[in-house]
């Protein structure tokens, strides 16, 4: 069975900063891996996703994210932190190839962004 | 991208009685949508997948009895709590998978927030 580790309840830099997010997965197949954000009472939004195309996978507000195989890694990252970025964020895994559809998500990260 | 809805955003429920939750895809069709349930400050936990014209398949633990899903349209899933008591008060969010049905993504609701007194 598929699972997501995400390392590090809470992250807080500056702004300005260099933002990184770790997440590691575990899956028997090549998987689809995704990051999605969410804001205080709301739902989820897709910053990214992995499908094999390309390893650096670029999103949306200026996150990227790199599939490593070897090391089942798939970190997040943001080279300069704005103070909108502050939320939480979840890195999730899903089964290629459609057998099943469900994600499977990491327990989240809290980012803060101090002035 | 796609949207989806959910209605209402938050509702507050005295002890017994039953709370309707709804989940739209505005502008495509969903054959299948899915509930998940999040405590403060957790993960999103899969309780059920709901599928157009048949039963909802639950995950292990969920008690069907207690969570009922209809998937009545192409459009339109619902979650009702029945006899809702305070340890179900949680935030409540559906999603349903792309349109194009590539990769697995889903397109997920602003959730609903349920506190039972």
């Known amino acids: 069975a598929q699972s997501v580790t995400q390392l590090g309840s809470h992250v807080s830099v500056s702004e300005g900063a260099l933002v990184l997010l770790r997440c590691n997965y575990s899956?028997?197949?090549?998987?689809?891996l995704f990051w999605y954000v969410q804001y205080p009472n709301q739902g989820l939004q897709l910053l990214l996703k992995y499908t094999s195309a390309a390893t650096l996978v670029k999103g949306i507000n200026g996150f990227e994210a790199e599939f490593k195989k070897s090391e089942t890694s798939f970190h997040l990252t943001k080279p300069s932190a704005h103070m909108s970025d502050a939320a939480e964020y979840f890195c999730?895994?899903?089964?290629?190839?459609?057998?099943?559809?469900?994600?499977?998500f990491g327990k989240g990260t809290k980012l803060t962004v101090n002035p | 991208g796609a949207v989806v809805s959910q209605h209402p955003s938050w509702v507050i429920c005295k002890s017994g009685t039953s709370v309707k939750i709804e989940c739209r895809s505005l502008?495509?069709?969903?054959?299948?949508m899915f509930w998940y349930r999040q405590f403060p400050k957790q993960s999103l936990m899969l309780m059920a997948t709901s599928n157009e014209g048949s039963k909802a398949t639950y995950e292990q633990g969920v008690e069907k009895d207690k969570f009922l899903i209809n998937h009545a349209s192409l459009t339109l899933s619902t979650l009702t709590v029945t006899s809702a008591h305070p340890e179900d008060s949680s935030f409540y969010i559906c999603s349903a998978p792309s349109p194009a049905r590539t990769y697995n993504e889903q397109f997920f609701g602003p959730g609903t927030r349920l506190t039972v007194l």
């Open positions: 899956s028997s197949v090549p998987p689809y």
């Open positions: 502008d495509f069709q969903a054959t299948t």
């Open positions: 999730a895994v899903s089964e290629y190839g459609g057998g099943s559809e469900k994600l499977v």
